[in-house]
């Protein structure tokens, strides 16, 4: 029998968004791969678990390993199709051996919480990447969903989105921590914003 990946989405931070199917999931893993903050949260003690860190090349060798004798789950953020280590496992593993279960994506509750629809959003993340600018110009009505950084932040960003032509007076949202006790939702402008410090890792909505 071939052993599988199974990766889960765990939504954005509190169990409230884990959805119940990914919940048994992870409860029955015997393996366990996820970040220091999801395998505090929902690894066991008598879970074989390790850490996703830095070294991915790490991770997969471990995933490899333990593929021989057990089935594998692996937690990521939000959800898996949305910038998560679901592309690194694709290219290393073959179809067959990996299912997904989705979750709820920060950028999904982004827009939930500020009540706009994202079916014509572009959606993307500055997170550790960059973002040809063609497909950041401003357009008339056109929305942007953006995962942060600390060095792409909604300062950098806002500046950049100014210089390729959005008005200073488009309607911008910086969404922090969601999900948990802690959690900010700022409504600015493209303006303010190029002088408001913080929010490296939030969800920043754009709308013309």
Not at 81 to 102: D, E, H
Not at 138 to 150: A, F, H, P, S
């Amino acid at each position: 029998m071939e052993h599988i990946i199974t990766v889960v989405g765990i939504g954005p931070g509190s169990p409230d968004y884990l959805l119940p199917v990914a919940y048994r999931t992870i409860k029955n893993a015997t393996v366990l791969v996820g970040s220091k903050r999801a395998l505090d949260a929902f690894a066991t003690d008598t879970v074989n678990k390790k850490v996703i860190d830095g070294d991915i090349e790490g991770v997969i060798a471990f995933i490899k390993d333990h593929l021989l004798t057990d089935d594998v789950v692996v937690m990521v953020s939000g959800d898996p199709g949305f910038y998560s280590m679901l592309g690194a496992l694709k290219a290393r593993f073959l179809k067959s051996q990996i299912t997904v279960i989705p979750g709820i994506s920060s950028a999904q509750l982004a827009y939930a919480r500020i009540g706009e629809v994202w079916q014509d959003s572009l959606l993307t993340s500055l997170h550790g990447r960059e973002q040809h600018s063609d497909s950041l110009k401003y357009e008339v009505n056109k929305k942007l969903g953006i995962l942060t950084d600390g060095v792409n932040n909604p300062q950098r960003i806002a500046q950049r989105l100014i210089a390729l032509g959005w008005p200073e007076d488009s309607h911008v949202w910086l969404c922090e921590y969601l999900s948990y006790e802690n959690e900010r939702i700022i409504p600015t402008t493209l303006k303010e914003t190029t002088s408001i410090d913080g929010f490296s890792h939030c969800v920043m909505v754009v709308t013309a």
